[in-house]
Protein backbone atom coordinates (compact mmCIF):
# COMPACT_ATOMS: atom_id res chain seq x y z
CA UNK A 1 0.00 0.00 0.00
CA UNK A 2 1.34 3.51 -0.96
CA UNK A 3 0.77 5.09 2.76
CA UNK A 4 2.18 8.45 1.15
CA UNK A 5 -0.41 9.08 -1.43
CA UNK A 6 -3.32 8.20 1.07
CA UNK A 7 -1.95 10.36 4.10
CA UNK A 8 -1.52 13.50 0.93
CA UNK A 9 -5.21 12.46 -0.26
CA UNK A 10 -6.34 13.24 3.28
CA UNK A 11 -4.31 16.17 3.85
CA UNK A 12 -5.55 17.86 0.52
CA UNK A 13 -9.28 16.68 1.12
CA UNK A 14 -9.36 18.63 4.23
CA UNK A 15 -8.22 21.64 2.52
CA UNK A 16 -11.94 22.22 0.57
CA UNK A 17 -14.71 21.59 3.54
CA UNK A 18 -15.61 23.25 6.48
CA UNK A 19 -16.09 20.66 9.49
CA UNK A 20 -18.84 21.62 11.87
CA UNK A 21 -18.78 20.25 15.38
CA UNK A 22 -15.36 18.77 17.53
CA UNK A 23 -12.01 19.18 14.88
CA UNK A 24 -8.42 18.50 16.15
CA UNK A 25 -5.76 20.62 14.36
CA UNK A 26 -2.65 18.83 12.69
CA UNK A 27 0.84 19.19 11.42
CA UNK A 28 1.12 17.76 8.27
CA UNK A 29 4.73 17.89 8.17
CA UNK A 30 5.34 16.91 11.86
CA UNK A 31 7.25 19.05 13.79
CA UNK A 32 9.87 16.53 14.46
CA UNK A 33 10.96 16.08 10.55
CA UNK A 34 11.10 20.61 10.14
CA UNK A 35 7.61 21.40 9.80
CA UNK A 36 6.49 24.81 11.08
CA UNK A 37 2.99 26.32 12.70
CA UNK A 38 2.11 28.17 9.70
CA UNK A 39 -1.42 28.24 8.28
CA UNK A 40 -0.16 26.41 5.25
CA UNK A 41 0.89 23.27 7.45
CA UNK A 42 -2.07 22.88 9.63
CA UNK A 43 -4.80 20.62 8.61
CA UNK A 44 -8.43 20.39 10.14
CA UNK A 45 -9.36 16.92 10.63
CA UNK A 46 -12.08 15.12 12.45
CA UNK A 47 -10.79 12.73 15.46
CA UNK A 48 -11.04 9.69 13.94
CA UNK A 49 -8.95 11.01 10.58
CA UNK A 50 -6.57 12.84 13.16
CA UNK A 51 -6.12 9.45 15.27
CA UNK A 52 -5.62 7.66 11.12
CA UNK A 53 -3.03 10.55 9.91
CA UNK A 54 -0.74 9.61 12.78
CA UNK A 55 -0.91 6.27 11.89
CA UNK A 56 0.21 6.93 8.37
CA UNK A 57 3.12 8.60 9.32
CA UNK A 58 4.52 5.78 11.39
CA UNK A 59 3.91 3.68 8.17
CA UNK A 60 5.55 6.32 6.55
CA UNK A 61 8.57 6.53 8.91
CA UNK A 62 9.08 4.11 10.92
CA UNK A 63 12.09 4.90 12.12
CA UNK A 64 10.85 8.15 13.72
CA UNK A 65 10.72 8.00 17.70
CA UNK A 66 9.00 10.96 18.09
CA UNK A 67 6.11 9.71 15.62
CA UNK A 68 6.02 6.75 16.78
CA UNK A 69 5.55 7.87 20.64
CA UNK A 70 2.56 10.27 19.22
CA UNK A 71 0.88 7.77 17.92
CA UNK A 72 0.99 5.35 20.70
CA UNK A 73 -0.26 8.07 23.10
CA UNK A 74 -3.34 8.26 20.50
CA UNK A 75 -3.91 4.35 21.35
CA UNK A 76 -3.48 4.59 25.43
CA UNK A 77 -6.72 3.44 27.24
CA UNK A 78 -7.54 2.80 30.91
CA UNK A 79 -8.17 -0.65 29.62
CA UNK A 80 -6.13 -3.27 28.32
CA UNK A 81 -7.91 -2.89 24.61
CA UNK A 82 -6.36 -1.18 21.92
CA UNK A 83 -8.28 2.11 21.05
CA UNK A 84 -9.35 2.15 17.20
CA UNK A 85 -10.64 5.26 15.01
CA UNK A 86 -14.46 5.15 16.11
CA UNK A 87 -13.25 4.49 20.39
CA UNK A 88 -10.60 7.43 19.88
CA UNK A 89 -13.14 9.56 18.57
CA UNK A 90 -15.68 9.52 20.82
CA UNK A 91 -13.35 9.82 23.69
CA UNK A 92 -12.02 12.87 22.36
CA UNK A 93 -15.39 14.30 21.34
CA UNK A 94 -16.72 13.54 24.99
CA UNK A 95 -13.45 14.73 26.73
CA UNK A 96 -14.14 18.37 25.10
CA UNK A 97 -17.94 18.49 25.96
CA UNK A 98 -17.24 17.62 29.38
CA UNK A 99 -13.76 20.31 29.65
CA UNK A 100 -16.11 22.88 28.09
CA UNK A 101 -18.83 22.17 30.37
CA UNK A 102 -16.39 21.86 33.43
CA UNK A 103 -14.88 25.45 32.89
CA UNK A 104 -18.18 27.22 32.52
CA UNK A 105 -19.37 26.20 35.70
CA UNK A 106 -15.83 26.46 37.58
CA UNK A 107 -13.79 29.12 35.76
CA UNK A 108 -10.63 28.57 34.34
CA UNK A 109 -7.96 28.18 37.19
CA UNK A 110 -5.90 30.19 35.62
CA UNK A 111 -8.17 32.61 33.79
CA UNK A 112 -7.67 31.54 30.15
CA UNK A 113 -11.18 30.75 29.94
CA UNK A 114 -11.59 32.25 26.03
CA UNK A 115 -8.02 32.70 25.25
CA UNK A 116 -5.48 30.96 23.21
CA UNK A 117 -1.62 31.20 24.10
CA UNK A 118 0.22 32.87 20.57
CA UNK A 119 1.98 30.51 18.96
CA UNK A 120 5.66 31.72 19.53
CA UNK A 121 4.59 31.35 23.36
CA UNK A 122 3.54 27.82 22.55
CA UNK A 123 7.41 27.33 20.72
CA UNK A 124 8.72 29.17 24.11
CA UNK A 125 7.69 27.06 26.18
CA UNK A 126 7.89 23.81 24.63
CA UNK A 127 11.45 24.76 24.04
CA UNK A 128 11.92 24.87 27.51
CA UNK A 129 10.45 22.41 28.97
CA UNK A 130 12.85 20.18 26.73
CA UNK A 131 15.87 22.04 27.40
CA UNK A 132 14.97 21.87 31.81
CA UNK A 133 14.72 18.30 30.96
CA UNK A 134 17.71 17.96 29.46
CA UNK A 135 20.04 19.65 31.32
CA UNK A 136 18.33 18.87 34.71
CA UNK A 137 20.24 15.47 35.82
CA UNK A 138 19.23 14.21 39.01
CA UNK A 139 20.30 10.90 39.93
CA UNK A 140 17.23 8.76 40.52
CA UNK A 141 17.09 5.03 42.21
CA UNK A 142 14.58 2.51 41.31
CA UNK A 143 14.13 -0.28 44.04
CA UNK A 144 12.19 -3.73 43.48
CA UNK A 145 8.68 -3.85 45.08
CA UNK A 146 10.55 -6.30 47.50
CA UNK A 147 13.22 -3.38 48.71
CA UNK A 148 16.23 -4.34 46.38
CA UNK A 149 18.18 -1.85 44.13
CA UNK A 150 16.90 -2.45 40.63
CA UNK A 151 19.22 0.32 39.32
CA UNK A 152 21.17 3.64 39.47
CA UNK A 153 19.46 6.25 36.83
CA UNK A 154 21.80 9.44 35.70
CA UNK A 155 18.30 11.13 35.11
CA UNK A 156 14.59 11.52 34.93
CA UNK A 157 14.69 10.82 31.41
CA UNK A 158 17.04 7.83 31.50
CA UNK A 159 15.31 6.27 34.07
CA UNK A 160 11.23 6.66 31.69
CA UNK A 161 12.88 5.35 28.76
CA UNK A 162 14.74 2.46 30.68
CA UNK A 163 10.97 1.93 32.32
CA UNK A 164 9.01 2.66 29.22
CA UNK A 165 7.16 5.52 30.64
CA UNK A 166 7.28 9.32 31.37
CA UNK A 167 9.18 11.46 33.08
CA UNK A 168 6.31 12.90 34.44
CA UNK A 169 5.39 9.65 36.15
CA UNK A 170 9.45 9.12 37.39
CA UNK A 171 9.16 12.29 38.66
CA UNK A 172 5.89 12.12 40.76
CA UNK A 173 6.98 8.51 42.03
CA UNK A 174 10.21 10.15 43.56
CA UNK A 175 8.01 12.90 45.33
CA UNK A 176 6.21 10.72 46.82
CA UNK A 177 2.50 11.28 44.68
CA UNK A 178 2.78 7.57 43.78
CA UNK A 179 3.97 4.88 45.52
CA UNK A 180 5.45 2.76 42.63
CA UNK A 181 6.05 3.41 39.04
CA UNK A 182 6.13 0.03 36.27
CA UNK A 183 6.74 -2.01 39.25
CA UNK A 184 9.43 0.00 41.06
CA UNK A 185 9.58 2.41 43.56
CA UNK A 186 11.86 5.56 43.15
CA UNK A 187 13.77 7.36 45.05
CA UNK A 188 16.15 10.41 44.45
CA UNK A 189 17.86 9.46 47.42
CA UNK A 190 20.08 6.14 48.16
CA UNK A 191 18.16 4.00 50.60
CA UNK A 192 20.21 1.17 51.84
CA UNK A 193 17.23 -0.34 53.22
CA UNK A 194 13.81 -0.16 51.19
CA UNK A 195 10.90 -0.95 53.14
CA UNK A 196 9.07 -4.24 51.00
CA UNK A 197 5.64 -3.13 49.17
CA UNK A 198 2.92 -5.01 47.61
CA UNK A 199 1.49 -3.73 44.55
CA UNK A 200 -2.45 -3.47 44.90
CA UNK A 201 -2.90 -5.50 41.59
CA UNK A 202 -0.54 -8.20 42.93
CA UNK A 203 -3.12 -11.46 43.12
CA UNK A 204 -5.86 -9.06 41.50
CA UNK A 205 -7.69 -10.52 38.01
CA UNK A 206 -7.67 -9.06 35.32
CA UNK A 207 -11.15 -7.23 35.90
CA UNK A 208 -12.18 -5.77 39.24
CA UNK A 209 -15.93 -5.49 38.14
CA UNK A 210 -18.73 -6.34 35.71
CA UNK A 211 -21.71 -4.17 35.05
CA UNK A 212 -24.75 -6.43 35.72
CA UNK A 213 -27.02 -4.35 32.84
CA UNK A 214 -24.46 -4.32 30.14
CA UNK A 215 -21.84 -6.58 31.17
CA UNK A 216 -18.97 -4.39 30.17
CA UNK A 217 -15.53 -5.67 32.17
CA UNK A 218 -13.33 -2.79 34.03
CA UNK A 219 -11.40 -2.12 36.55
CA UNK A 220 -10.69 0.45 39.36
CA UNK A 221 -13.27 1.79 41.66
CA UNK A 222 -13.93 4.67 38.41
CA UNK A 223 -15.71 1.61 36.69
CA UNK A 224 -18.24 0.88 39.43
CA UNK A 225 -18.79 4.41 41.00
CA UNK A 226 -19.53 6.03 36.89
CA UNK A 227 -20.52 3.71 35.21
CA UNK A 228 -22.99 1.36 36.56
CA UNK A 229 -25.69 4.38 37.51
CA UNK A 230 -24.94 5.63 34.17
CA UNK A 231 -25.38 2.38 31.97
CA UNK A 232 -27.29 3.08 29.14
CA UNK A 233 -28.64 -0.58 29.11
CA UNK A 234 -29.89 0.37 32.56
CA UNK A 235 -31.83 3.53 31.23
CA UNK A 236 -33.33 1.55 28.82
CA UNK A 237 -34.68 -1.42 30.88
Given at each position: ?5 H ?6 R ?13 H ?14 I ?7 H ?14 P????A ?5 T ?21 Y??E ?28 K?Y ?6 P?Y ?7 L ?13 L ?8 Y ?8 C ?12 M ?5 R ?33 K???
Amino acid sequence: MNYLKHYNMLMERSRYRVLEGYVEKHHIVPRCLGGTNDTTNIAVLTPEEHFLAHQLLVKIYPNSPPLVNAAVIMTTHHTEHRANNKLFGWLRRRASTYRKEWLKENGHPKGFLGKNHKLEDIDRITVGIKQYATEKRIPIYAYNLDGTLYKKYESMIECAEDLKTNASNVKYTAEGKFTHCKGKQIRYDYVEHMPPRTSRLAGVKKYDYVCPHCNKEGRGPAMKRFHFDKCKMKQIL
